[in-house]
């Protein structure tokens, strides 16, 4: 074998390792109701949000955005639609 047909083995192996990791088991995909949730489902609106006047972060929701802002119970959320 030359050199030059071990690295395109090397190369092909490599390749063929790196694809066999992107195989999903079925625990690994999500259902549709589970991506609803990510996605904020059909008509979500996008607001700046922050907690106690910190750094600002982007909620999606389609519910009342700062109850979805996720701050601590001593914070005081307050959002904006972006």
Do not use: H, W
């Not at 949730?37 to 955005?65: A, E, L, R």
Request: charged share 25%.
């Amino acid at each position: 074998m030359t050199g030059l047909t071990s690295k395109i083995l090397t190369k092909l192996k490599m390749k063929k390792l790196s694809l066999e990791m992107l195989r999903l088991t079925s625990a690994d995909v999500l259902e549709r109701s589970q991506m609803k949730k990510i996605t904020g489902g059909v008509g979500g609106t996008f607001y700046n949000c922050s907690c106690s006047g910190g750094p600002q972060f982007t909620v999606m929701t389609d519910g009342n955005p700062e109850e979805d802002a996720g701050c601590a119970d001593d914070e005081f959320p307050a959002c904006m639609a972006a």
